[in-house]
């Protein structure tokens, strides 16, 4: 069976994988001239990880990223609220990896162009539409001027092309642009000291002023150093108009730094780390709403352009790579591919519809403005601010949620 890709970021690149190697002839399009490694850190969660672990790709990401010891939540003084051991620090048979996403997008190419031949990996391809006739499906590619390049029949079309997804855009032409609740995001990398202890990712302060902090690479762990990746959430009041989605937008150091002047814990120097950045990059937080159905005949949407969604919990390509793992288990059934892509869409349509909106309800962040509201110039003791039980209630909700809790993650992955 034919299947073709638009995309080759990180969703597209490990369901072209997973495709291949159930014997699926496939061939991935992408809209860029050539790949670069673009933006800022990501996190890969356990789940994730396992796929990648069963594609060969452990040691790549172990040689390149930091395997995330703790996840830390922490006041806007750096008080800690909550920590939580990540991956196999958690006892689960996989590690969670905190990794430049430049970076693991070329690990993710070099892997799929080696199992799929660079000839299977076409750039300058950008999909401008598809027709379908019941047993065929056709995409029309263009160049970045929107010159007609090539037109390909298969028996399959996956739209892996983002959260400006062209192929979203022909089944849902009216939907317009992503959903902007008012949060700006500076990301950054800045190389720095390391702290708590090198391997924790925290999340800091409350909905309105984030900041988010971990190390990336294991290259500069070595020489004693951190590749420290941060962002900066700010909400901007209500009015602010947004700036386009564009990953590779620069952003200003005036434009927030003032904001986090006063944030110095004892741990980290927050200012100081903004300051010292050489890269930094303003992206609005956006997402869309859950669409009714992500697979029309043999046409399906898979990752951003499926479900964009809040960069909270660290779910975006976690996320984008259980879709991968999922449709090519459909497809392998054997039977009529479109009903494999509608139980793909039955499978994991709802579970992402949730998350979308647990995270428009700020998901487990949610424990932060508790904090915040409770006890805005620091705590003495957190339990009088937020009971054990309180706290223990919004984890175990939320990881059930996105399907992080243990005995889930283990069922996945046929452990009892
Ligand atoms: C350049 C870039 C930088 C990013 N930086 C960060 C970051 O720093 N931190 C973070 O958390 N997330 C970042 N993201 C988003 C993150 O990769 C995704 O949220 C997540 O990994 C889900 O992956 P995806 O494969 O669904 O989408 P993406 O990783 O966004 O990949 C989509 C791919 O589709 C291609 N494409 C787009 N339109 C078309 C078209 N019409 N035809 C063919 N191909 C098309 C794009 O070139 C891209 O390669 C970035 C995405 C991009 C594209």
């Not at 059934?333 to 909106?357: N, S």
Request: glycine residues 10%; contains cysteine.
């Amino acid at each position: 069976m034919k299947v073709i890709i638009a995309g080759a970021g990180i969703g597209g690149l490990v369901a072209a994988m997973c495709l291949k190697r159930a014997g699926f002839d496939v061939t991935v399009f992408d809209a860029v001239s050539e790949l670069r490694p673009l933006g800022v850190g990501i996190n890969i969660q356990a789940g994730a990880v396992r796929i990648l672990s069963g594609l060969g790709l452990e040691p790549a990401l172990a040689a390149t990223g930091i395997e995330t010891r703790e996840l830390r939540y922490a006041n806007k003084h750096g008080q800690t609220i909550w920590a939580d051991p990540r991956g196999r620090h958690a006892g689960l048979p996989w590690p969670q990896f905190s990794i430049h996403r430049g970076e693991l997008q070329m690990i993710l190419f070099n892997a799929a162009r080696d199992l799929l031949g660079a000839e299977c990996i076409r750039f300058g391809r950008r999909i401008a539409g598809f027709e379908q006739n019941g047993s065929k499906v056709t995409a029309r590619f263009v160049d970045r001027d929107g010159k007609p390049v090539q037109s390909v029949e298969a028996d399959l079309l996956i739209g892996a092309d983002g959260i400006h997804s062209a192929v979203r855009a022909q089944f849902y032409p009216h939907e317009g642009p992503p959903k902007w609740q008012g949060i700006l995001m500076w990301r950054g990398v800045t190389v720095g000291k390391p702290f708590l202890g090198g391997a924790t990712m925290v999340q800091a302060g409350h909905h309105t002023q984030k900041f988010v902090c971990y190390p990336i690479s294991k290259a500069h762990a070595e020489r004693g150093k951190a590749l420290i990746n941060w962002i900066c959430d700010l909400y901007m009041g209500e009015g602010a108009s947004p700036p386009r989605e564009d990953w590779n937008k620069p952003g200003k150091l005036t434009d927030f730094l003032p904001r986090y002047r006063d944030w110095k814990f004892g741990w980290l120097d927050v200012p100081g780390v903004i300051a010292a950045a050489h890269t930094i990059l303003e992206f609005p937080m956006v997402d869309r709403d859950p669409l009714p159905r992500w697979s029309h005949g043999r046409v399906t949407l898979l990752g951003d352009a499926a479900h964009p969604m809040y960069p909270i919990g660290s779910n975006g390509a976690s996320q984008a790579i259980i879709d991968g793992e999922a449709i090519t288990q459909e497809l392998s059934v054997g039977d009529d591919p479109e009903k494999a892509l509608e139980r793909y869409e039955e499978r994991r349509l709802p579970p992402m519809a949730r998350i979308v909106e647990s995270n428009r309800r700020k998901g487990i962040d949610v424990m932060l403005d508790i904090v915040e509201e409770r006890a805005p110039q620091g705590f003495r003791n957190l339990d009088d601010v937020l009971p054990p039980a309180e706290l223990d209630r919004i984890v175990a909700d939320y990881k059930k949620l996105v399907a992080q809790d243990r005995e889930t993650l283990l069922k996945l992955a046929g452990h009892h």
